[in-house]
Nanobody, 119 residues
């Protein structure tokens, strides 16, 4: 089993910055792709950014130029640096990891962390 725990969410003013972290723990053999998703009330969960083990990245158009995803493989941790935050960024942010535990390989999800951006 692999467990993901997000941290760093909170309340910020529009134009501010926030750094989210997601640490993986448990019986980890390897972690491949990792990513961040978000879900606002009444909306579908959407992709924010993904990163491969080799640090190739992909971003949703709505966050390009403002958010940066990165990872520390030695710490089994993925980060999301969020800058120039807007009220429309308000959502619960979820961490995901394509990971192997023992002989099982699947996508794991964290419980989410709330990000609220006030105007």
């Amino acid at each position: 089993q692999v467990y993901l725990m997000e941290s760093g969410g909170g309340l910020v003013q529009a134009g501010g910055s926030l750094r989210l972290s997601c640490a993986a723990s448990g019986t980890i053999v390897s972690i491949n792709d990792m990513g961040w998703y978000r879900q606002a009330p009444g909306q579908q969960r959407e992709l924010v950014a993904t990163i491969t083990r080799g640090s190739s990245t992909n971003y949703a158009d709505s966050v390009k130029g403002r958010f940066t995803i990165s990872r520390d493989n030695a710490k089994n941790t993925v980060y999301l640096q969020m800058s120039n935050l807007k009220p429309e960024d308000t959502a619960v942010y979820y961490c995901s990891a394509d990971a192997q535990s023992w002989v099982i390989n699947r996508i794991y999800w964290g419980q989410g962390t709330q990000v609220t951006v006030s105007s």
